[in-house]
């Protein structure tokens, strides 16, 4: 009796160029990417420092500026990308986050400043709730006795 084998899709939803040798792969990305710009000219792309971004970034910049200097103007607009600061990212991250934007000369925008507000409107609300609780137990411990 033979044993059906799951195979997840992203195996057997590759599209065609998964399997094509490194140069036309590249190829097709590019093309992808001119595609998607040309279809949003207004586009954002998240940037975290790590090394998938930096390959992204790399893609998409050089992507933008072989075809905007093969049709002599921008055509390809700007992307703004963004750092989703959390907080808890480590200054060799975020020097890096910075010296990426430098090299490519792009817009990453920092979003720390929006975290810092919605953790402190999480650490009011845990205080507020940490509260309620103490008095919670207080008054079962009132009906208890």
């Known amino acids: 009796m033979s044993r ?24 097709a990305i590019q093309g992808i ?23 992204l970034i790399d893609l998409i910049e050089r992507t933008r500026t072989m075809f905007n200097q093969a ?34 000369g792009v817009e990453l925008r920092n979003s720390e400043r929006e975290n810092t507000l919605k953790r402190e409107q999480i650490g009011g609300e845990l205080a507020r709730l940490t509260e309620r609780k103490e008095v919670m137990m207080r008054e079962y411990d009132d009906v208890i006795r």
């Open 4 to 27: 059906e084998v799951f195979r997840s899709s992203v195996y057997t939803n590759r599209p065609a160029y998964a399997d094509y040798d490194a140069p036309e792969k590249f190829q």
């Open 33 to 55: 990417i001119i595609t998607r710009l040309t279809q949003h000219p207004k586009a954002i792309c998240s940037y975290s420092g790590g090394a998938d971004s930096d390959i």
């Open 71 to 104: 049709v002599g103007r921008e055509a390809l607009k700007p992307v703004k990308y963004v750092f989703f600061n959390t907080g808890l990212e480590m200054q060799a991250t975020k020097d890096h986050v910075k010296a990426t934007a430098e090299k490519y």
